[in-house]
Structures are given as structure tokens and as C-alpha cells.
């Protein structure tokens, strides 16, 4: 049978077929408008009775944007998080995601926020593209979840917060091969000392290297040396938990470091401008890290703003003069947001301290009895070790706490060996003929050489008498 004269009897039985359905049920054949749409007229985009509604979507389903690189969160620390409350604002990880220190991915990490978990919501960027959390760890208490990655639930009338400074990355020193080493897992804060109230120099960047030489008593965080061009200690600490370590089996266990004492503010009067601490911040002598640390702000300490430096990188703050003699100290505009302070003037920077050791020569008042380590004293580069000096007070007059402190002078060779705080009060008040013990924690820096810190024990802002040690590291 030839081709087309298949088409065409199959075009006769469909026709058959059609007029048969008509006729069976539709009225007459007679009736039927020769406009009728026919049953193939249904308009394609039409939802078919067994579609899913869009509500059924499942909440840990992909949304439609790309899924946030697996590394985020893999390897990071779950973040507990306090739940979200029916009814109240909150926010559903559609997926693991992580959250972040601010409104974006160069923050700090705080931890990987897991599919299915709830969170307390406090707040929306001002772009809209990210939502605050409430956590309790930061020190701020809050973190940040892309809004990509969460369902939120009651939302819409969350406050509007700004989106805090980010925090500098600190420039890590690489280790040698077969070095103690750790590579940064997330971005990670770096700290003055071996806790999240010590005060943070930076971030560490996904993937940056660093030598460790020491890690922390309880194992929980690690040495790390940075560059000392930088940050005048030459080392820092990082949070094991956020790091992937090698080779540091035999570091030395490191002392922590004094923490400096509570900063004291004054409350601002209303409409003054103001500086808020993001997380604990130091109080310095002067606008930059090379001025003597006076103490510290907790989150969310306030205070009023009285100036700034001319490079625009930090704000001058006021205090009372029984913190600190002048009456004013810096903060740094990284670590700090601010309100009102379009108009404060620019104030010049006060002389920084010296980077040569002063005259040791003893005071009139002050007998240095005793010191150890002797100076000249060899250890190895990259260790830490105690150190303790005891002063006779050979005046008439006691030392007493609030008029008396020990203050940080200069260092040798402009290597500082200690870390944190740079004046510290006495703990106990020292009678005529009475000794005090001043103690504390030092690491020798990374490079062979002679290294030194001269340290002054102050009445009333007077050098009561110096005294300093001097190690060799080879």
C-alpha cells in the first residue's frame, strides 16, 4: 500500500472518531457551532490536578540559587544557636549554611548553621540580603545567615541594623617545611591571648598558613607568629577548632597572657557623639598599636567621642583621669561603630613611645632585690617563658593601688616580648621597707638575636625606678 494512501485512511478514521465522540456527548450533531473548541484547545500551561502546590515544597529542598561551597561548613564547628520561637520573628536553615560575623562572607566564621535548625532573628541587613541571629558566643551576641540560604517566618517588621566594620586580616608568618604548622579552616579571629575576651588583632583567611610555637594549657588554642613589622609581639592565638594543625605534637605548652585591666567609661551624654566597642577592644594611649595599651571595652561598652586622627583610622574617647591622666584614650574604627560624630575635629597624635630601652639606673624610693631570669639568660626562638622581678620599695611613702602602676617602656631592638596590656595598677599596697613581686609570661621572637624589655614601676606618673631583662634567642 503506497504511502499516502495510508495518511489518508488514517485521516478518515480519526474524522470517524471525532464525529462519533461529538455525537455521543454533545447534543445533536445538528446543534453543535462549527466554533467549538475542540478538546486540544486546553491551554498548555495549565495545572495538571496531581501537581504539588508550591507550599508543599520540602524546607530542606535546594533553593533556586547555588548551594554555598561545601568547605564553608564541612569542617567547621556546629554553631548552637538558641531555637527559633513560634510566632515570633526567626529564621529555618533550608540548607547547612554558615554564620558569619557580619552581612557577608568576609567575616568571621561562628560556625556552620545545619539544614532544619531554627534561629532567633534580630534583624535584617540593609540591603535585605541578610538576616541576624541571635548568638549568644559573639561577642556582640548576634551573627549573620545569608537570606538566600534561610526560610524566614514574622520578619517583616525587623529593625534595620548597619553592617559593622571588617575586621583586618592579620599577615601571617608561613611556616618552614616540616615546621609546626596550622592552616586556617574559615576565617578566624587571631587574639591577644588564648580566649574570646581577649581582644582580636584580625582575621585569619580561609587558608592561610602559619608556624605554631606554642599552644595553650588546655590544648584548645595555638601560637601562631605573625609579622612583627605589624603586630610588635611577633605571635598571637587562633582557636584549634577552626584550624587544621600538623607536626605540633612537641610545641611548648605557653602561659596566658595577663589580661589588661577593665577599661573605665563615662556614659555619654545623650546626643554626644559616641563610639561602641564591636568586641573587646583595647584602650590605647594614642592612635595607633604601637601606644601603650591602658585596658579594655567589653561589646557594647560606650563611650563619648571627643576626636579623631588625622588618618580617620581611629576615634580619641573620653575617660576619667583616674584611668588615665590625660583624660583621653584611642580606639581603633575597626573594631568600633559610631553615631553622631561627623563634626568631632581631628586631634593630633600624641608622641608614641620609645623603641630604645631607657636609663635602667634605679630611682630614689625603689631597690630592684631580685630577677629571674638573669639577662643574657639563652633560650630558643619562638618560646615563651616566665619572668619575674622583685622591688623594694625603699622610700617613705606606700605604694598604693590607685596611685601607682607598672608601666611598659620601650623595647630592645623594638622586639616587644610580652603581649596585652602595657600598664597595669598593683595589686596591694606596699609599705616602707615592704617587697612586691611583678611576673609574667614572655616569648622570645622568631629570629636569633638579643632582645630585651625595660618596664617602670610609676607613682602618681613618676618612674619610681626601672628595671628590664635582656635574652638571648639562638
Known amino acids: 500500500m503506497k504511502k499516502k494512501e495510508m495518511i489518508r485512511i488514517r485521516a478518515a478514521i480519526v474524522a470517524i472518531l471525532v464525529v462519533a465522540i461529538l455525537t455521543a456527548c454533545g447534543p445533536a450533531a445538528t446543534t453543535v457551532a462549527p466554533t467549538a473548541v475542540p478538546p486540544t484547545a486546553v491551554p498548555p500551561t495549565a495545572v495538571p490536578p496531581t501537581a504539588v502546590p508550591p507550599t508543599a515544597v520540602p524546607p530542606t529542598a535546594v533553593p533556586p540559587t547555588p548551594a554555598p561551597d561545601p568547605a ?36 568571621v566564621v561562628y560556625g556552620a548553621f545545619l539544614g532544619g535548625v531554627t534561629a532567633i532573628a534580630t534583624g535584617v541587613s540593609t540591603d535585605g540580603l541578610w538576616y541576624a541571629i541571635s548568638v549568644p558566643v559573639a561577642p556582640g551576641g548576634n551573627g549573620w545567615v545569608s537570606a538566600t540560604y534561610v526560610l524566614p517566618t514574622n520578619t517583616s517588621g525587623l529593625p534595620v541594623l548597619a553592617s559593622p566594620p571588617v575586621p583586618p586580616t592579620v599577615e601571617l608568618v608561613p611556616p618552614a617545611s616540616g615546621d609546626p604548622q596550622a592552616t586556617a579552616l574559615a576565617q578566624t579571629y587571631v587574639r591577644t591571648g588564648p580566649g574570646d575576651t581577649y581582644p582580636a588583632y584580625g582575621i585569619a583567611q580561609t587558608g592561610a598558613m602559619a608556624r605554631v610555637i606554642g599552644k595553650s594549657e588546655d590544648g584548645a588554642w595555638l601560637v601562631v607568629r605573625v609579622n612583627p613589622q605589624v603586630i610588635g609581639a611577633g605571635y598571637a592565638w587562633a582557636a584549634l577548632a577552626y584550624l587544621q594543625a600538623s607536626n605540633i605534637e612537641t610545641v611548648p605548652v605557653v602561659a596566658s597572657p595577663d589580661q589588661a585591666p577593665p577599661a573605665t567609661v563615662e556614659p555619654p551624654p545623650a546626643g554626644a557623639p559616641t563610639a561602641t566597642a564591636l568586641d573587646y577592644i583595647y584602650l590605647r594611649s594614642g592612635p595607633g598599636t604601637n601606644y601603650l595599651i591602658l585596658g579594655t571595652a567589653a561589646p557594647g561598652a560606650t563611650g563619648e567621642v571627643t576626636g579623631k586622627s588625622e588618618d580617620g583610622l581611629w576615634w580619641q574617647i573620653k575617660v576619667p583621669t583616674s584611668f588615665y591622666s590625660t583624660g583621653a584614650a584611642w580606639v581603633s574604627a575597626d573594631w568600633t561603630t559610631t553615631a553622631n560624630t561627623e563634626n568631632v575635629p581631628v586631634v593630633a597624635a600624641p608622641p608614641p613611645p620609645s623603641t630604645e630601652l631607657p636609663s635602667t639606673t634605679p630611682t630614689v624610693g625603689c631597690q630592684l632585690v631580685s630577677q629571674d631570669p638573669v639577662d ?38 623594638g622586639q616587644r616580648l610580652h603581649q596585652n596590656g602595657d600598664v597595669y595598677g598593683i595589686s596591694e599596697s606596699v609599705v616602707p621597707g615592704a617587697t612586691y613581686t611583678v611576673s609574667g ?8 638575636g638579643t632582645y630585651g624589655e625595660a618596664w617602670a614601676l610609676q607613682q602618681n606618673g613618676t618612674n619610681v625606678c626601672t628595671f628590664y631583662v635582656i635574652v638571648e634567642a639562638k
Not at 609570661?441 to 636569633?448: E, H, Q, R, V, Y
Open 376 to 413: 643574657y639568660t639563652v633560650f630558643p626562638p619562638s618560646t615563651g617563658f616566665g619572668m619575674t622581678w622583685v622591688v623594694k620599695n625603699t622610700g617613705s611613702v606606700s605604694w598604693d593601688g590607685p596611685n601607682t602602676n607598672l608601666v611598659f617602656l620601650g623595647a630592645y631592638n
Open 72 to 107: 564553608y561548613y564541612e569542617n567547621e564547628p556546629v554553631a548552637v544557636v538558641p531555637a527559633g520561637v513560634p510566632g515570633q520573628p526567626m529564621v529555618e536553615a533550608a540548607i547547612n549554611t554558615v554564620i558569619f560575623g557580619g552581612p557577608g562572607t568576609n567575616y
Open 441 to 448: 609570661s614572655l616569648i622570645t621572637p622568631a629570629t636569633p
